[in-house]
Structures are given as structure tokens and as C-alpha cells.
């Protein structure tokens, strides 16, 4: 979840947006007993459609043709993530960024807070994808991991250069040249943000300064969460062991592993949360955790306990990212939305709203026309030496990504 | 033990001797918020007679059946059962055992088990159960029938179930609530010689709650006619029958032709009646007041329809007879008097004489030794319609 | 039936009511007409229950080494159910035993609830029975999550607890089974209270007084009488809870810690995280079949189809 300085929302709704999508999305039948099995089964099965389980299994990803209606058709449909737009402070239907796009284009946005979990949602989108067949959305956002695998397996479309010439010349100069993206031609950020170490100052007497304190100090006891999505997690384990998230051998992975296991063994993990990590740690129930920047210091605005750190061994900089799915047939709609928020102003209103880091170049200067006081904000414009602490998780192959992930949730308990 | 005041006691006991056992009502009043159900009751069965309760339903006999049985607590009154007073004590503290009128058989029980039930509770060694089971299942005609659940049985099977069931405790008194309600006319008549015999082969005190009069004639040694919650009548069938005790009974238990009259007080052994203008004789033995406004009854067997001279020394009624139904059997008449009612005559079908066709002119007219006078004061206006 | 027949057709207007003579059994009839009249309720079946066991169980089958954007190659690889039981045996067990302690207490907690709506709640029943009801009406989640804050560790449940010689300052419910179990109690025991209460409701009070007058004392006429009637209550009850007790993950989720995980939270994490669909296929189904053994050796000894 990404949610706003402005207006958060109470823990507990915000506990149930983000588990809610999962539990929809997967096994509905939990009260139907035997059916969570079968639903499983079923959409095992239907996710295998169409394809001959016999046939050999290499390069079946279809290049899908997909015709350009957005010349006569000037709307598009944007599925993003939960409370990660600008929103009007009367009416939380209006966003004044799209309000902007439409008087500038013409083109209608439909937008969408329908994403909350990167697998849950490719889960949904998956199966028309490989198939080539349409879905609604013509923008999604994915975490970096997530857009590296659609981008691999020909789900999404490649941008024109000439529609999108202020993406790739305000792109944040760190964020250019990404392993899975080379030519700023597939992903554009929309936020970035780090993983530290968040922690509640009621509980927890002593500030925690790395992620080796939070794995074995014996105060924290029972008191800890870490995350359940891999990169956030092991990406911060590996730093700890001293190697680079973003070149790391198998074997590094593994001690990483028995690292994690030691904390999880002696009983320092109290739970391996999703995204209602934060509600946890508002209520005191966890003490220290692995949270999200913007998150963590938004809660932290309200309740001055709530405190974000970066450890000590560096924190986890990652982003998420606009895609245009290769069946959009507004691609050209699409473009101009992310040449749009690529506008140094547009970002930076955007910026504004939402807590997370601008990937945009020159909106720190136009940040100053809109609030001043968050031009220094290190949070939305980290200076260099900040960021020199951040580091990127590797693109991993899709079997390697599925070992270790297999060997993470071994660890978990799942 | 006769030491509670009785003042209503059974005159014909099979034992004659009320001093030992029975069972003792003694001013019992029960009620249900503002509804009296029974009526200050108070009652002596002695031991080892077939008493029966009879009465319409509502008149309070069921609930008096159930305070028995310690399923309902009696809102003042105290209850004996052999000298020792049962009237607080819990339903499964009591030796007494109840014949329901649903029969209550327990569903997921075999015949068998159902019977040895009561034994069980009462701890009966398992050796001494098995025999006694068998025993009573004998006595009642389903031997082969101990491993069937109550749902394999015909409605007069399953009552010979849940009579075995209640005599297998050898309670000291047996109750049974409507037990043959629910049986089609002829297994009722069957059932009930059939509880008769049993009753007096096993010798304990059976006390029977019915509607039914016949049944309760048939089987019982003594009936209590109760109405509202108190005891109209109380004695032997015959007794009962032959000279009710008030117009409720008369016409509760068979049917009464009810004459509207005036006693005009003792005439040598008889006393004098008028009615609608006419006299009347009824013999003092046979009335129950000797002046005031009374009804004089006669049941329809006792009147006789003639075309011809009356004879000597009978009461006699002139009319017309409006209906006449041929039973077989007999023939029922309504002949309507002078004074515009009509009057119910059963003439037995003796062979002399064919039925008399409606429109004929007849005399009716009874033996004085074959009518009854009742006061006027009480019970008429609730008296049961003729059936 | 014709032999019955004894009058001439030409009486039938007279004294005794005949009853119409049945069609004879077999001889008119089509002996294709039940399967057309199985048709619809067979096609049901094979659409929503035999086509989809079928593909989940051709799909435990599967090569792992696939994915779903390159397709699976189907080779008979029954190792899957190995590795899966092998694997995650303790989560297999916990889920069993999670479930049976939940499932014990709704029995224990839901048997007197649904004794005293069906026998002794008089006018109060239909509120009650609401009562029963009513988490229905808000989300499974949300009723999870308000445990999460009932036994935070910083809640009153914990306080009071906190006070007994029992618990120090730093034990906790929350994350621990106790949670788990405490939170499947609380989810399934309106499916164990109906059951118990539409078979105690049958239940005829006079049987009771039977057994009063002969001679039972209530505690005895309860568990030679009432109990047993109500068996076919207490096994649909107890099945009702069990079975989706123990495929559950919500409650492991959300009120456990990774010591607490159950089969579910398992097959969740295998399909959507790791994608290892044959595995997740693998281990529901071995979930299902293990759950349809419990429950045949369940309902065959507890012999329901006897009780009335």
C-alpha cells in the first residue's frame, strides 16, 4: 500500500483494503471447505487453457497484434494502486492531475485503485495476457520485479519514443538504464520508494539502527515483522550480510535464507505481514519492522512514535512502474498519460499528495511554486548520498525467481 | 393410609379397602396465570383399582394426571402416594409411570432397550433386567418383537410398547394419559379389554385419563366425571350412569332426555314432580332434591313408544314423532312433546313391530323406578350436547 | 394390481371407492426417462464438480518445471504429492489438529447455545437465532481483523490475562495458536450452533418427561435421550466446521505467526507466490481426499444413518 500524508486512512480499513484483493482473488471458497481446494484446482486448470500440456514448454509467448484505436476512441483505463493519486480534498473522486490531463488531451481517464498486490493482480491479468486477449486496463503499475517479468514474456507494449519524449528526458538519472529496461522504452516509474526498518518508539525503548539489531536483539523479541514480498525482505537480509541486492550468487541467497530462519526459529519474527504491516506497528502489537517509506513516515505524521530508519547497511530503493499491456488498444492514449506525469509540474503536484519519491527530474524546482517546505523533504527528493545508500534488487530469471521464492516461503512457514 | 380428610371416596374399590396405599389428592388447585386448570381437587384412589378420569378436554384432567406424575407442580395441595407426600418431589423421584398419550417411545431405541429404560435408572442388576424385559413384552404379546425400533411398529403395537415400557417399574401406581386415542375404533375396543386383563393380572393401580365415556365404563372399577376443574361425579359406572349426579354427567356420560320441572316435595316414597303442566312421580332413592326447580331425566333406552294404552303405573307424555332412524340394532326416535321439545327414544330392535314412521301420533311413557331428578341449580347450562 | 379389481368397470359410479389401478412398474414406462430426468442435475454435477476435480487432478500431475506463460507438460509426475506431503507434513498436521480443537470447541460452546434457542428460548428464539447469524452480515475478514484488536497485546483481553499468575508481561495471544484456534472458533461456530439447532428442535419435550417419569435424572435423560437424538445435529455440526476449519488461511494469516501457518496458507503461497501450480494442485487435493477418509471413517462410525 501507498498511502497518503494527506489523508490516511484508519488502520483497519486500510488492514482490510489490503488483504481483502487476495483473499478475493484466490481461494473464495474459505468458508465452503472442500471448495478451496477445488477452487484452487480450477483455476490451476484454467490457467493452463488453451495450451497442450504435452507440447513442449519453451518461447509459447505469442507477439500479439493489437490494432491503435486511440485516435477515434480518446479515453483510456488506468488500474493503479490504492490511495497513489492526488486526490481533491472535497470530493475523492476527483484527481486534479487527470482533471489536468483531460483539459490538456481531451482524453477520458477511467481510474481504477484495483491493484494491491503485485501477484494477485498479474494473477487476474495473466491468463488474457498470455493468450493475447484484451483486458480493460490500459495502464497498470507494477513493482520493478513484476514489470521485469511482463516485459520478459511480451505482455506489454513498447513505447514510441516520439510520445513519450519527456519520460525519457526527465527520467530521475538513477532510475535510467535499469537492467530490465535499458532503453526507457517498457516501464515508467510512478513512484519510487525505499524499504527500511520502522519502528514503534512506545514499544520499543531503544532506536533500531540495523537490520542485524532488528533480526536478533533481544527486546524485540517477538515483537518483530518482516515483509512478505521477497525483494523488500531478503533484499534488506542480503545488505545486512554485507553483499549487493542487486548482484548477489545463489549461495549469498542461501545464507540470507538461514539468516532469516535463525530470526524465525528463536521466535525474534512474530509475523510475516502484507501490507497491513503498518496497522501491526500503529497498535504496538510489532515493535520493529520492515516497512516502506512513505508508508512508515506517514503513520509516523500522526502518531510521532511511528519512525522510519535506514539501516545502517543501506535500504531497498525500488519503484513502480507504468506498463501498457500489449492488448491495449489505446496505446497511444496511454503514452500521453505517462508523457503527461513526466511534466516536471504535473509530478510534482503529484509528488505533493502522495508521500513517495518523485521520479522526475526538475520537479524539485517546481515543487518550490507548490509547497515549499517539501523541496528538502529527503523523502520525495533524496539528495545523492541518500540515495548511494539505496539499492536496486537483481532481475532475477523466472525459474531462479520461483526457487527463491520457494526457499523464502519454506522459511515462512508457507 | 387414610389419615387426609377424603371427602369424595370411591365407594366400590376393587380392594374395599382404602386404608392401605392409594393415592391421595388432597385440595389440589393448579393454575396457569388467571386459568384455573384444576379446581381445589381433592381425591382418594385406592390401591389396586382402575380409576378413570373422565371428561371433556380442558376440564383439568390432564393436568391432574401430570401433577401426579410430578410434571406439573400443583399451585397449593398436597399429593400422597402411600402414606408419603410426593408433592414436591421430581418426576424421576416418584414411583409412579405414565402411559402417554403419544407414547413417547424413545425413537433410537429398540423395543427392548425402551422397556428396560426405567429398570436401568433405577439400577436393576443387568441379569435381573433381561427377564423382566422378556417377561412384560410376553405379558403384552410382542416377545418377537424386542430388537424392532418403535418406527417398525403399528400404532397398537407401539402402545403395548409404552405400556410395557411403564409396568415393567411395577410402579405403584400406573398412569395412563388418553393411552388409546390415538388407536382406530376397533384396536381401541381390543386395547382396551386387553388393559383390563393386564390390570388384573399385575394388581397395581391404574389410573386412566380419557374423553371417552364407553372406555372409561368398560375399564374402569371407578369413574370421576370432572368438569372445570372439579370433580362432578365419583363411583362405579353403574352408579354413574344409572343416576347421574347433576345434568352434566347426565348428559356427559350417554345421553338423558332433561324435562324442565318442579319438585313439589315428598308423596310417600315418592317424590312429586311437575312439569309443563303434567305430574310426575320419581322415587325419593332417585332424586336429589325433593322441591325446588329440578330436571327430571329419563335416558332415551328407558322411554318406550306406544301407539297403544300405556301401562299402569307409568309416567307418560303424549306426541308426534318428527324423526326416526333405523341402527339395526335399535331405533332411534325424536318425538316432540306438547311443550315443543323433542325427546330422544331408543327403541331395541326386538323383533315385534316395525319402526314407526315420522308423523305418527305416539304416547311416550317410562317406568317412575327409571327416572332420576336432579336440581336445576347447577351444570345444565354447561351440560354437553346429547351425542 | 388389475387382480384387485373385482367389480365390472361398468359399477365404478357405486358403493366402494377404487382406487385408479397404477401404471404397472417397468412395462409402459420408457426406461430412458429417469436419465433424461438425471439430465439436468447430472450436468450440474460434471460442470461444476467432476470437470473441475478432473482438471485438478490432472494438473497435480504436471512437470513442475513449467509455468503458465510456457504451458505444463503433463508427466505423470506423481513425486508431486510426495514432495507436497513431505514437504509441508507439519502444516497438514496443524490444520488437522487447529481444526479438530476449533471444531471440539464449537461443539462445547455451540451445544448448550443451540439447546437453550431450540428448547428453552421461548419468544426470544427468532433473536436469538439473529444473534447466531448476524456475523454473517459483516465480512469474514472484518470479523478476523476485530480479533486481531481483541487480542492485541496491548488490548483489554490480554490486561485481564495479564493479571492472572498465568501470563508475565511479555506472553502474548496474538501469534500464537491460541489466536489461531481462538479465531476459527469464533468464524465457524454458527455452523456448528445451526445444525445442532434444527436437530434439537425436532426434538419432542416429551421424550424428556419420559424419561422423567421413568425414573432418569435430567443429567441421565440428556445423555441417554437428548444426545443421542441429536446426533445427526452434532455430526453435520462438527463436519461443517471441521472442513472448512481446516482448509482455512485466513485466520493462520491474520491472527498467526510463521509457526502457526495451516495447509491453506501453504496452497495460497504455492499458487499465487512461488507458481508452482502442480505442487498447489498436489497438496488440495491431497487436503480434499484427506478430508473425504475423515469424514467416511467419521460418519460411518458415528452411524447417523440410524438415528431417526
Known amino acids: ?414 | 393410609m387414610s389419615v387426609a380428610p377424603t371427602p369424595v371416596a370411591a365407594s366400590a374399590a376393587a380392594t374395599g379397602a382404602p386404608a392401605t396405599g392409594g393415592l391421595t389428592l388432597t385440595g389440589v388447585t393448579k393454575r396457569f396465570g388467571a386459568f384455573v386448570a384444576v379446581d381445589d381437587l381433592s381425591l382418594h384412589i385406592p390401591e389396586g383399582s382402575f380409576f378413570a378420569l373422565l371428561g371433556a378436554s380442558g376440564c383439568g384432567k390432564t393436568t391432574t394426571l401430570r401433577m401426579v406424575a410430578g410434571l406439573e407442580e400443583p399451585t397449593t395441595g398436597a399429593i400422597t402416594l402411600g402414606g408419603a407426600d410426593i408433592t414436591r418431589m421430581r418426576p424421576y423421584q416418584r414411583p409412579v409411570n405414565t402411559v402417554f398419550q403419544s407414547y413417547a417411545l424413545f425413537p433410537h431405541m429398540t423395543v427392548e432397550q425402551n422397556v428396560a429404560f426405567g429398570l436401568q435408572q433405577r439400577k436393576v442388576k443387568r441379569a435381573e433386567i433381561k427377564p423382566a424385559v422378556q417377561a412384560m413384552l410376553d405379558l403384552v404379546q410382542l416377545a418377537d418383537y424386542g430388537h424392532r425400533r418403535p418406527a417398525q411398529l403399528s400404532g397398537g403395537q407401539q402402545q403395548r410398547v409404552a405400556l410395557a415400557r411403564a409396568l415393567v417399574n411395577h410402579p405403584q401406581v400406573l398412569l395412563l394419559d388418553e393411552p388409546l386415542g390415538a388407536l382406530d375404533l376397533k384396536l381401541r375396543r381390543q386395547m382396551q379389554i386387553e388393559l383390563k386383563r393386564i390390570q388384573t393380572e399385575v394388581g397395581l393401580t391404574f389410573v386412566h385419563v380419557t374423553h371417552d365415556q364407553e372406555e372409561a365404563m368398560t375399564m374402569a372399577d371407578t369413574v370421576a366425571v370432572m368438569n372445570a376443574g372439579r370433580i362432578e361425579q365419583l363411583g362405579p359406572p353403574t352408579e354413574i350412569y344409572e343416576f347421574p349426579a347433576s345434568a352434566f354427567v347426565a348428559n356427559f356420560l350417554g345421553q338423558s332426555n332433561l324435562l324442565t320441572a318442579q319438585a313439589q316435595g315428598p308423596s310417600g316414597a315418592d317424590v312429586a314432580v311437575e312439569a309443563y303442566g303434567s305430574r310426575f312421580a320419581v322415587p325419593a332413592a332417585r332424586s336429589r332434591i325433593t322441591s325446588g326447580p329440578a330436571h327430571l331425566g329419563v335416558r332415551p333406552e328407558k322411554l318406550h313408544v306406544t301407539t297403544e294404552v300405556v301401562p299402569e303405573g307409568h309416567n307418560a307424555v303424549p306426541g308426534v314423532i318428527t324423526d326416526s332412524s333405523y341402527v339395526g340394532v335399535s331405533t332411534q326416535y325424536l318425538v316432540r312433546a306438547p311443550w315443543g321439545d323433542e325427546l330422544a327414544v331408543f327403541a331395541p330392535n326386538s323383533g315385534t313391530g316395525g319402526p314407526l314412521h315420522p308423523g305418527t301420533e305416539v304416547t311416550v311413557h317410562w317406568h317412575p323406578a327409571h327416572s332420576f331428578l336432579l336440581s336445576a341449580e347447577s351444570g345444565a347450562e354447561t351440560a354437553a350436547e346429547p351425542v | ?308
Open chain 3, 1 to 308: 394390481m388389475s387382480a384387485v379389481v373385482t367389480t365390472p368397470a361398468g359399477t365404478a359410479g357405486g358403493d366402494t371407492y377404487e382406487p385408479p389401478p397404477e401404471p404397472v412398474a417397468g412395462a409402459k414406462r420408457r426406461w430412458w426417462v429417469p436419465y433424461v430426468q438425471l439430465f439436468p442435475g447430472g450436468l450440474w454435477l460434471v460442470i461444476f464438480f467432476a470437470l473441475p476435480v478432473a482438471l485438478l487432478a490432472q494438473s497435480t500431475l504436471w512437470d513442475p518445471a513449467g509455468s503458465l506463460e510456457n504451458g505444463y507438460e503433463l508427466t505423470w509426475r506423481w513425486q508431486n504429492f510426495s514432495d507436497g506431503i513431505s514437504t509441508y507434513s507439519d502444516q497438514f498436521l496443524r490444520s488437522l489438529g487447529y481444526a479438530l480443537v476449533a471444531t471440539i470447541l464449537c461443539l462445547i460452546i455451540g451445544y448448550p447455545l443451540a439447546y437453550a434457542i431450540a428448547l428453552k428460548a421461548g419468544r426470544w428464539r427468532n433473536l436469538m437465532l439473529i444473534g447466531v447469524i448476524a456475523p454473517f452480515f459483516t465480512s469474514f475478514l472484518v470479523r478476523t481483523l476485530a480479533w486481531k484488536t481483541i487480542l492485541s497485546d496491548h488490548g483489554w483481553v490480554m490486561d485481564v490475562l495479564r493479571m492472572t499468575p498465568f501470563f508475565g508481561p511479555d506472553d502474548r495471544l496474538l501469534a500464537t495458536p491460541a489466536a489461531v484456534i481462538a479465531g476459527l472458533t469464533y468464524n465457524f461456530v454458527p455452523f456448528m450452533v445451526l445444525p445442532l439447532y434444527a436437530s434439537l428442535g425436532k426434538l419432542d419435550p416429551r421424550l424428556l418427561e419420559a424419561a422423567g417419569d421413568l425414573y432418569a435424572h435430567p443429567i441421565k435423560s440428556f445423555f441417554r435421550v437428548t444426545l443421542p437424538l441429536s446426533m445427526p445435529g452434532v455430526v453435520g455440526g462438527t463436519l461443517m466446521t471441521f472442513i472448512p476449519a481446516a482448509g482455512d488461511y485466513i485466520n493462520a494469516e491474520l491472527l498467526g505467526s510463521p509457526a502457526t501457518t495451516m495447509i491453506g496458507n501453504v496452497i495460497q503461497s504455492q499458487y499465487l507466490r512461488v507458481g508452482d501450480i502442480p505442487v498447489a494442485a498436489a497438496l488440495s487435493f491431497t487436503l480434499m481426499a484427506g478430508i473425504l477418509i475423515l469424514v467416511a471413517i467419521y460418519v460411518a462410525v458415528s452411524g447417523t444413518d440410524e438415528v431417526v
Open chain 1, 1 to 414: 500500500m501507498r498511502s497518503s500524508s494527506r489523508k490516511p486512512l484508519s488502520p483497519e480499513a486500510k488492514a482490510l483494503l489490503d488483504v481483502m484483493p487476495t483473499r478475493r482473488g484466490l481461494l473464495r471458497g474459505v468458508a465452503a471447505g472442500g471448495a478451496l481446494a477445488l477452487t484452487g484446482g480450477a483455476l490451476a486448470a484454467c490457467g493452463a487453457k488453451g495450451k497442450n500440456p504435452t507440447a513442449a514448454t519453451s518461447s509459447a509467448a505469442k507477439v500479439c497484434a493489437t490494432p491503435d484505436v486511440s485516435a477515434s476512441e480518446r479515453k483510456l483505463v488506468f488500474s493503479n494502486w490504492v490511495e497513489y493519486m492526488d486526490t481533491d480534498e472535497k470530493n475523492a473522486k476527483k484527481h486534479p492531475t487527470l482533471d489536468g490531463f483531460k483539459a490538456k488531451t481531451g482524453i477520458e481517464v477511467t481510474y481504477r485503485e484495483d491493484i494491491n498486490d503485485n501477484d494477485e493482480f498479474y494473477g487476474k491479468i495473466r491468463t488474457q495476457l498470455t493468450e493475447c486477449q484484451a483486458i480493460e486496463p490500459d495502464v497498470v503499475v507494477f513493482t520493478d520485479w513484476m514489470a521485469a517479468k511482463l516485459i520478459k514474456a511480451n505482455q506489454v507494449a513498447k513505447f514510441e519514443p516520439t510520445k513519450v519524449a519527456n519520460f525519457q528526458k526527465n527520467l530521475a538519472p538513477s532510475l535510467k538504464a535499469r537492467a530490465f529496461d535499458p532503453e526507457m522504452v517498457y516501464a515508467a516509474p510512478w513512484q519510487s520508494g525505499f524499504t527500511g526498518i520502522g519502528y514503534n518508539a512506545k514499544i520499543v525503548k531503544t532506536p533500531v539502527k540495523s537490520i542485524d539489531e532488528l533480526l536478533t536483539r533481544a527486546d524485540l523479541k517477538g515483537k518483530v515483522s518482516v515483509m512478505t514480498e521477497l525483494n523488500d525482505t531478503m533484499g534488506l537480509i542480503l545488505l545486512s550480510l554485507g553483499k549487493d541486492p542487486a548482484n548477489f550468487t545463489a549461495a549469498d541467497y542461501d545464507a540470507a535464507i538461514d539468516k532469516l530462519k535463525k530470526a524465525v526459529d528463536s521466535g525474534q519474527i512474530r509475523r510475516v505481514a502484507g501490507n497491513d504491516y503498518l496497522t501491526d506497528l500503529a497498535k504496538g502489537d510489532v515493535g520493529a519492522c520492515i516497512g516502506w517509506s512513505g508508508d512508515v513516515i506517514a503513520t509516523g505524521a500522526d502518531d510521532e512514535n511511528v519512525k522510519y530508519v535506514i539501516p545502517e547497511e543501506g535500504q531497498m530503493y525500488w519503484s513502480d512502474n507504468m506498463l501498457i499491456p500489449i492488448t491495449s488498444t489505446h496505446a497511444s492514449n496511454a503514452m500521453a498519460l505517462i508523457d503527461y506525469y513526466y511534466d516536471p509540474k504535473v509530478a510534482a503536484e503529484l509528488a505533493a499528495w502522495v508521500n513517495y519519491i518523485c521520479p522526475v527530474a526538475g520537479a524539485k524546482e517546481a515543487m518550490k511554486d507548490i509547497d515549499p517546505e517539501l523541496v528538502e523533504d529527503s523523502f520525495i527528493f533524496p539528495t545523492d548520498a541518500e540515495l548511494s545508500k539505496a539499492h536496486a534488487f537483481m532481475t532475477l530469471a523466472d525459474d531462479v525467481r520461483k526457487d527463491y521464492e520457494r526457499k523464502f516461503r519454506a522459511v515462512i512457514g508457507a
